[in-house]
């Protein structure tokens, strides 16, 4: 018996000692002097630097952050300034297929290939392919080998053209184009800062654009601007404003339709279409319908407050952060909102009046996702932005009372931008003034942009969350910041 239990534990340290067969995806370096870091997030301590063009093999992913094989060690490097090549296996097309020590025919014969013996290519020389064969690598000839696997870019039908929505502008220095709309697809090809695309569909935050070749792919919506100079003027977009408290919202164009929710006087909706005598108006994420004879309809250049403030924001870019998201839902109201729900409400708002300004805008999510805290610092540097605002509401335990707006700032040096937009959220909402801070918050503290981050009311506090969760504070606050950022920029 022992004699078997030697031979099963020789077995187990031989098998041990084989070498598995990992065939790691390889990034390419875009730029030069980029940070090799210890961990996966900015505030990690740099190693190192790699070079443009330099390839490392990819050991692991996690959020923004890739896990390189550089100088007999691992690090991290942020993977918006990468290419990501894609494994690719390649098949033997005949038996005995020559591996040669190097490319070309006068490199010596050290291996051999069987007919549908599959392998990884490595790289590419003229008509010379790189394969690893687990143990070592080798050149052969790309006649003798299979179609290779690589996604290619789909083809754009002549509708999908012809039905662009607009076109998108990249804010990042390198953007990776995707063949679906998530981070963890396969990456088609990249683009450069400023470059300029039309695109045929918004989805979840990705926009789908159309490349050389009717070709097309998907980008972050958080790292592309909307393209507003081909736009012709924009046209004025009717709002209604409700009459009476307690309003009804309903899924349908009668009063036979189920009621959604309800909303109170002088709350504003911007008008999709009118059905009869009813209006079909925005309402959060979807839309809803409100009877003619409750509201008053007028064009929404003609609604704004009287504060507005005389300028613009022509050739600014505004970075903009809808706090928490995802699992993350922050703070929780005493009637049950969510802050992530709040903050991204108030952030599309307000990216629509600052475009209505002039301003180019980023925003870090689009959509209820989870976004880390070092990956919107990440996409904040990585933008072309003037200014950074992260946007919250704040909340204390319920045997504390505290109502008001308040917002931060980490340094001296965004002191004058913080005194700004609190002026101006002060003077739109008429909320309470909580005055500015300084704020020792990671978003702030690892941002290369003027940045600040505001608190936009309690909703600990039953009256004040009632008040924020209203359409016609959320157009207030969003005038209010903006009146900032145009006196800011003075």
Not at 174 to 195: C, F, G, H, P
Not at 257 to 274: E, L, N
Not at 275 to 292: F, L, T
């Amino acid at each position: 018996m022992k004699g078997w239990m030697s031979i099963v534990f020789i077995l187990a340290c031989l098998l041990w000692l084989i070498p598995t067969a990992v065939h790691a995806d390889s990034v390419k370096v875009q730029v030069d002097n980029l940070n090799v870091r210890s961990g996966p997030d900015l505030s990690h301590s740099v190693l190192g630097k790699v070079q443009k063009d330099e390839t490392h093999s990819i050991v692991d992913q996690k959020d923004d952050w890739i896990k390189i094989k550089w100088d007999n060690k691992t690090g991290w490097i942020a993977d918006w300034l990468v290419n990501v090549k894609q494994e690719e296996t390649v098949k033997s097309k005949v038996d005995y297929l020559r591996v040669r020590g190097k490319s070309g025919m006068d490199g010596e014969v050290q291996d051999y290939l069987m007919k549908d013996e599959e392998v990884t290519k490595l790289d590419q020389k003229g008509d010379w392919v790189l394969i690893d064969q687990n143990t070592a690598s080798g050149w052969v000839h790309k006649s003798y080998l299979s179609t290779y696997s690589k996604e290619q870019p789909k083809e754009t039908s002549e509708s999908e053209l012809s039905k662009s929505l607009g076109k998108v502008k990249v804010a990042a220095a390198v953007l990776n184009v995707r063949s679906k709309a998530t981070s963890n697809s396969s990456i088609l090809t990249q683009v450069k800062k400023e470059d300029s695309f039309e695109y045929s569909e918004e989805k979840q935050g990705w926009y789908k654009i159309s490349l050389d070749n009717n070709k097309t792919g998907w980008v972050a919506g958080w790292l592309v601007t909307k393209d507003n100079s081909s736009s012709a003027t924009p046209q004025s977009q009717s709002k209604v404003t409700l009459q009476y408290n307690a309003t009804n919202l309903r899924s349908g164009p009668s009063t036979n339709h189920k009621v959604i929710s309800s909303a109170d006087k002088g709350d504003q909706f911007s008008v999709i279409s009118k059905e009869g005598s009813w209006y079909r108006v925005s309402y959060k994420d979807s839309s809803a319908y409100v009877a003619g004879w409750t509201v008053k309809e007028s064009k929404s250049s003609n609604i704004k407050s009287a504060s507005v403030s005389k300028g613009n924001l022509q050739g600014k870019t505004i970075v903009l952060d809808a706090g928490h998201g995802g699992f993350d839902p922050g703070a929780i109201g005493r009637n049950g909102t969510y802050e992530k729900t709040l903050t991204l409400q108030t952030a599309q708002d307000l990216k629509s009046t600052l475009e209505q300004n002039g301003a180019s805008v980023v925003m870090t999510r689009t959509n209820d996702s989870y976004l880390s805290l070092s990956a919107r610092a990440a996409i904040s540097n990585a933008s072309s932005g003037d200014v950074f605002i992260s946007v919250h509401y704040n909340s204390v335990p319920a045997s504390n009372s505290a109502t008001g707006i308040n917002t931060y700032f980490y340094n001296d040096s965004t002191r004058s931008l913080a005194s700004n937009v609190q002026s101006g959220l002060i003077n739109s909402t008429g909320l309470r003034d909580r005055g500015i801070a300084n704020g020792n918050f990671h978003i702030l503290r690892n941002n290369q942009k003027p940045s600040v981050l505001v608190e936009l009311g309690f909703i600990s506090d039953v009256n004040e969350e009632k008040t924020v969760n209203s359409s016609s504070f959320q157009s207030k606050a969003s005038q209010g910041i903006t009146n900032g950022l145009i006196n800011y920029f003075k």
